[in-house]
């Protein structure tokens, strides 16, 4: 009955986890979410008055497809500002959310059977976005000792005939894994050479990044023509529920995307819109984002320490976003008598099961020795997390 597209389509694994976790909690459960990446800060105060002013002022009409012009314009200052990339107002799109803004660019871009590379781990909507377009995804595997980031040998390598894409993000979900400035124009110097093939590089973490400036790949100028830059405000500015991203492209291609766009869903929210602008102007180093980068830097520091007294626990080392990504492998192959681990998912449901705490298991991202934990929650849950995972891990051998 349902078409072979949605049949295809796999449920989004954090979202999956995080719905089973609401299940248990309804039974009276006491669950710890660690699936979800999602900041457990509030949107700060002076973006929702801009919200709260905005309805005052009645920006309750269809806004433009692409968004409001001043959005975009502010958008346009900020990749200056932040980025030193310079585009200009009709080659911005705001989307519902930059997931949205990932989906336009591949549907205007990928034919039924276009390569789509994607350097793995990978965030898991690329595959099955790229399955909607009936593109093939290709993966490179990147691996922990070098903190899961793909080389430019890898990325050539993998190239095609009827390669047409590359996806990529930095800080990266689900490793936060953060590319150098030499790292990407390295990558950029391999790419430059095949001038079809588009670069999508997802920079929705920019601003949680422990290392210090962020780089884009869209800094260079002989990549340029072939790069999307995507980002949004959910991460940075604790705004998940505001639904706003956005992509700054080359004009064919922004003007794709409002095409397709006009089609789905018309322009984003106009209030969400509006709380948007005001967080676009603000600054990396505004107090709002600096608290949150530190208290984020602080729980990545306190996990690693925790998690690094279980045995068999092979950790990487994140330098952005708010996820570690260990391999796990160790206990493949354990039981507890009853349950036979078997694989990450196996482990991930054992931990929901049997200490209560949500996990992702490294199947989603690519890497099936791995699994995901979010960080974005408090250093109490995080301890109690590991306390139980320590009790529950004890009684597999």
């Known amino acids: 009955m349902l078409s072979n597209r949605i049949n295809y389509l796999s449920e989004s694994e954090t ?12 039974k009276g459960h006491n669950v710890i ?4 990446g999602e900041p457990d800060f509030n949107t700060p105060d002076y973006i929702k008055e801009a919200a709260k002013l905005a309805i005052d002022n009645n920006y309750t009409f269809y806004p433009p497809v692409a968004g409001y012009q001043d959005l975009r314009e502010a958008i346009c200052l900020k990749l ?16 519902t959310g930059a997931k949205q803004s990932i989906a336009n660019v591949v549907l205007s871009l990928v034919n039924p059977g276009d390569e789509v590379i994607l350097p793995a781990p990978y965030w898991v909507s690329y595959k099955e976005i790229v399955k909607v377009a009936e593109g093939k995804a290709v993966f490179i595997p990147g691996t922990i000792e070098h903190e899961f980031k793909v080389t430019p040998e890898q990325i050539k390598g993998a190239i095609t005939s009827k390669t047409k894409l590359i996806i990529y993000s930095s800080p990266c979900n689900p490793t936060g894994a953060v590319y150098t400035k030499e790292e990407l124009k390295a990558i950029a110097e391999v790419l430059v050479k095949y001038p079809s093939i588009y670069i999508i590089g997802d920079e929705i973490y920019e601003h949680i990044n422990f290392i210090g400036k962020h780089e884009s790949m869209a800094q260079f100028d002989f990549i340029k023509k072939q790069m999307i830059i995507v980002n949004g405000v959910s991460k940075a500015f604790a705004m998940t529920g ?7 492209a080359p004009l064919e291609i922004a003007k794709a995307c409002d095409k397709l766009q006009g089609q789905f869903t018309s322009g984003a929210s106009s209030i969400a819109q509006r709380a ?28 690693l320490k925790l998690l690094g007294d279980i045995p068999g626990m092979k950790l990487n080392h994140p330098d952005g976003a708010f996820y570690i990504f260990p391999d796990i492998s160790y206990y493949f192959g354990k039981s507890d008598g009853k349950t036979v681990i078997q694989n990450s998912n196996d482990l991930c449901m054992y931990f929901l099961n049997k200490a209560y705490v949500a996990t992702v298991p490294g199947e989603a991202f690519g890497d099936p020795k791995c699994i995901r934990f979010s960080y974005a929650t408090s250093t109490d849950n995080l301890v109690e997390a590991v306390k139980r995972l320590k009790l529950a891990l004890d009684g597999l051998r």
Do not use: H
Request: glycine content about 2%.
């Open 15 to 26: 979202l999956a986890m995080a719905r089973k976790s609401r299940e248990l909690k309804a």
């Open 33 to 36: 979410n660690l699936s979800l």
């Open 80 to 95: 200056k500002r932040d980025n030193g990339v310079d585009y200009t107002c009709d080659q911005v799109v705001v989307s």
């Open 242 to 248: 505001w639904r706003i991203g956005y992509i700054a």
């Open 276 to 303: 948007a602008l005001k967080a676009i102007a603000t600054t990396p180093d505004t107090p709002e984002l600096k608290t949150m980068q530190k208290a984020f830097r602080e729980r990545r520091d306190l996990l």
